[in-house]
């Protein structure tokens, strides 16, 4: 069973950065499609960001793209989003997760079986 560990989130004025890590356990970390997702206060958990097992293939979320970067270190088992330019609608629980699935995408987020505990962001205006 992989763990998944979140760090990195804390609080960034608006136009602010901020860089989001994620640990992980276990082996063939490097076999598996990561992805970011975040929940703020009252709303479903979305999707940000996703990249593929080697890191070649990467996809955003329309509200993110431009601004974010995911981005992996299979060498150090830890995936990375890079949070620039803050937003306040950018203020979440910001989780990373793995595929259920080996050499898949991650395309939807009932592909995704394993997720960390969440790390806060808060982006002040």
């Known amino acids: 069973q992989v763990q998944l560990v979140e760090s990195g989130g804390g609080v960034a004025q608006a136009g602010g950065s901020l860089r989001l890590s994620c640990a992980a356990s276990?082996?063939?970390?490097?076999?598996?499609?990561m992805g970011w997702f975040r929940q703020a206060p009252g709303k479903e958990r979305e999707f940000v960001a996703r990249i593929n097992w080697s890191g070649s293939l990467t996809y955003y979320a329309d509200s993110v793209k431009g601004r974010f970067t995911i981005s992996r270190d299979n060498a150090k088992n830890t995936m990375y989003l890079q949070m620039d330019s803050l937003k306040p609608e950018d203020t979440a629980v910001y989780y990373c997760a793995r595929t259920r699935v080996a050499w898949i995408l991650g395309s939807g987020p009932d592909e995704y079986g394993s997720w960390g505990q969440g790390t806060q962001v808060t982006v002040s205006s």
């Open positions: 276990g082996r063939f970390f490097n076999n598996f499609s």
